[in-house]
């Protein structure tokens, strides 16, 4: 997970347009993060890649580049499972952390953000090539050389983050 430290750029306040229970859950229906209500009209959704505590990854595909379309990924975050504030300022300091750090090298790429009433959805890049510790058991032993490059690689990325305020935890 990546926190924004709290200096200049942090906005560690909730967002004043979600009202709260008194055990300090959302009430439904209350979550608005201001992002456009069009994804479904933008994007059509495809096979499910993975799931998490609070939604799932799929497949997507942009509307307008027909059949030439770039396939994306979309997390498609349900906003019925929050249950806190914490909760909701995770998903917002998300998509900022992932708008902040566009174009740096071996980060996920954001496309867009999107929401509806029933959720919240982050179009980014689709990363095909699994995960690092599969990809690791997978090879069953690396060169020194190529640890590495691997470790090499985190750190750039963790330090550009800390250069930008970013905390990787």
């Known amino acids: 997970k990546a926190k924004k430290s709290s200096g200049e750029?942090?906005?560690?306040?909730?967002?004043?347009?979600?009202?709260?229970?008194?055990?300090?859950?959302?009430?439904?229906?209350?979550?608005?993060?201001?992002?456009?209500?069009?994804?479904?009209?933008?994007?059509?959704?495809?096979?499910?890649?993975g799931k998490g505590q609070f939604g799932v990854v799929h497949q997507c595909q942009r509307k307008q580049d027909g059949e030439?379309?770039?396939?994306?990924a979309v997390k498609m975050i349900d906003k019925s499972k929050f249950d806190s504030r914490q909760a909701v300022e995770d998903v917002r300091r998300e998509v900022l952390i992932m708008k902040q750090l566009r174009n740096m090298e071996n980060?996920?790429?954001i496309q867009d953000a999107f929401e509806d009433k029933k959720y919240v959805y982050i179009v980014m890049?689709?990363?095909?090539?699994?995960?690092?510790?599969?990809?690791?058991?997978?090879?069953?032993?690396?060169?020194?050389?190529?640890?590495?490059?691997?470790?090499r690689q985190m750190l750039k990325v963790i330090a550009e983050c800390h250069l930008q305020g970013i905390i990787h935890r």
């Open 68 to 72: 030439e379309a770039k396939v994306l």
């Open 125 to 151: 890049e689709l990363c095909e090539g699994g995960e690092l510790f599969d990809r690791i058991i997978k090879k069953g032993k690396y060169t020194e050389k190529d640890a590495a490059v691997l470790v």
């Open 9 to 49: 750029g942090s906005s560690s306040a909730p967002n004043k347009s979600v009202q709260y229970e008194t055990n300090g859950a959302p009430k439904q229906g209350t979550v608005n993060f201001g992002y456009p209500n069009t994804f479904k009209s933008h994007y059509t959704v495809g096979k499910e890649l």
């Open 107 to 109: 980060v996920v790429e």
